[in-house]
């Protein structure tokens, strides 16, 4: 992971912003407790495909909505701005995911 990333707090639930690119383990603005990186999302939608689907999608710690869509497709080009809010707003507690199913 690079960039800004977010992570909900398992002890007082605030969101908390971190840059995982520094490559130290995030503490809670707030209550100072230890966050897990693995359980940090973005907020934008995340691409996934065949290969990292078991471990982004299956493993993750947080709720997971996956947008199986296809680049041709005009209905599925008219919920990305949707998606990206959705991410946006509920970055920290939902991973929101898109898979390209043109490949398979």
């Known amino acids: 992971m690079s960039g800004a990333y977010y992570v909900k707090c398992t002890e007082c639930g605030s969101v908390n912003r971190f840059n ?3 490559g130290d ?3 809670c603005g707030k209550c100072k407790s230890r966050l897990d990186p ?3 999302t973005s907020d934008k939608p995340v691409a996934v495909n065949d290969s990292v689907f078991a471990s982004d999608v299956l493993g993750a ?3 997971v909505l996956v947008d ?3 680049t041709w497709c005009g209905a599925c080009r008219s919920v990305e701005p949707t998606l990206e809010a959705l ?3 509920h970055k920290g507690r939902l991973k929101v995911t898109k898979l390209d199913v043109v490949g398979f």
């Open 87 to 89: 991410a946006s707003r």
């Open 20 to 22: 995982n690119e520094k």
């Open 38 to 40: 693995a359980r940090a």
């Open 25 to 27: 383990r995030p503490v």
């Open 68 to 70: 199986f869509f296809a």
């Open 61 to 63: 710690t947080v709720p």
